[in-house]
């Protein structure tokens, strides 16, 4: 079974950064797709950012510019860096595999950002 583990979350003031990382274990092949969702208190779950194996990327148009999604040195591993944090980017973000019709979630970390 596929089990993805998140890390880096936190505290963080207005304008500040942070890297969220995460890798995947349990699996021999190459996860296609990996990528971040978030989740506001009384929000729908909404896409942040994906990356493709090959190295495609799409980000809501609300993180353009401020957040870049990259894959890791191993092979199932994605993080997020978040530059020029704001208040509504307050959330728990999660991180998410696809692979052939399957997905897996990580158990989420959680991102504050206030002063």
């Known amino acids: 079974q596929v089990q993805l583990v998140e890390s880096g979350g936190g505290l963080v003031q207005p304008g500040g950064s942070l890297r969220l990382s995460c890798a995947a274990s349990?699996?021999?092949?190459?996860?296609?797709?990996m990528g971040w969702y978030r989740q506001a208190p009384g929000k729908q779950r909404e896409l942040v950012a994906t990356?493709?194996?090959?190295?495609?990327?799409n980000y809501a148009d609300s993180v353009k510019g401020r957040f870049t999604i990259s894959r890791g040195n191993l092979r199932n591993a994605v993080s997020l860096q978040m530059n020029s944090l704001k208040a509504e980017d307050t959330a728990a973000y999660y991180c998410?595999?696809?692979?052939?019709?399957?997905?897996?979630w990580g158990q989420g970390t959680q991102v504050t950002v206030s002063s």
């Open positions: 349990g699996t021999r092949f190459t996860i296609y797709a």
């Open positions: 990356i493709t194996s090959g190295g495609s990327t």
């Open positions: 998410y595999g696809s692979w052939l019709g399957n997905e897996s």
